[in-house]
């Protein structure tokens, strides 16, 4: 069994001096982490999340604390760091980092409690303790990441979508006629979303007549073609009739 109080109690004496003797150890020369910031609040709420982590994970030797309960607490930790600003914007390889650096010091202090403490400790339960410690951070570092990417493919689907609707504005230009200026490349998805758009920004705005502007569309394949169609098509069907603008000679 790897739980033991005085261990548990050793560590949690040490918390805040485990958090200062990290954030001296941080490389604050990389800019492009938040490590690097001199904001005193940007510290301050850095250390303090260090803090917590240590918090949570010396009960892993809590005595009274079962691996559910260690784990559950540990979870939500992990939920707010990855979502943490400071973080997001940090490089995933500069936070792995002080992750391996958190998990040395926590080797070298089970090696200084078991020095300085009037028990013989056997090499097998050191060993044991060591292994609990690495086979925890792995946990906590495999389930950082898997949120952090989570967290980062959820943004970035939500920035792509704003683009997209951003890229296909519909702009009044009197109570009845709209102009849909179209710029750049269209594929497949960025195609569907302006049919959508469109559908939805004609019947908000009630308009009876949309000029499509493809002067700003270098290529159009047969499938972009079709799309273009169906949404004059689809726009006729709301009562909307469509006049396209601006098509170049190689498009025609």
């Known amino acids: 069994m790897h739980r033991n109080s005085e261990l548990y109690s050793f560590l949690l004496e040490r918390t805040h001096l485990l958090t200062e003797q990290w954030y001296d150890s941080v490389d604050k020369t990389n800019p492009s982490g938040v490590y690097s910031s001199q904001d005193p609040e940007v510290i301050k709420s850095l250390k303090k999340k260090n803090y917590e982590f240590h918090l949570r994970l010396c009960k892993m030797f809590d005595e009274s604390s079962s691996d559910a309960e260690f784990l559950s607490s540990f979870n939500e930790w992990i939920y707010s760091a990855s979502r943490d600003e400071g973080h997001k914007h940090t490089p995933i390889y500069l936070i792995l980092k002080e992750f391996f650096n958190n998990q040395e010091q926590y080797l070298n202090f089970v090696q200084a409690f078991v020095e300085m403490s009037n028990e013989a400790y056997s090499l097998a339960t050191i060993n044991r303790w060591n292994r609990k410690i690495v086979e925890n951070f792995s946990y906590v570092i495999t389930a950082f990441t898997k949120q952090s990417?989570?967290?980062?493919?959820k943004c970035l689907a939500t920035q792509k979508q704003l683009i997209h609707e951003l890229s296909s504005p519909l702009i009044s230009l009197n109570e009845t006629l709209a102009l849909l200026?179209?710029?750049g490349e269209i594929d497949e998805d960025r195609a569907k979303l302006i049919i959508e758009n469109t559908l939805q920004q004609c019947v908000n705005l009630r308009?009876?007549?949309?000029l499509v502007d493809l002067?700003?569309?270098?290529?159009v394949n047969e499938m972009v073609a079709h799309q273009l169609f169906q949404l004059i098509q689809s726009l006729k069907l709301i009562g909307v009739k469509s006049t396209l603008s601006g098509i170049r000679p190689e498009i025609a």
């Open 149 to 153: 990417h989570k967290y980062a493919e």
């Open 181 to 183: 200026p179209l710029v």
């Open 207 to 210: 308009v009876t007549h949309i």
């Open 215 to 219: 002067s700003g569309v270098l290529t």
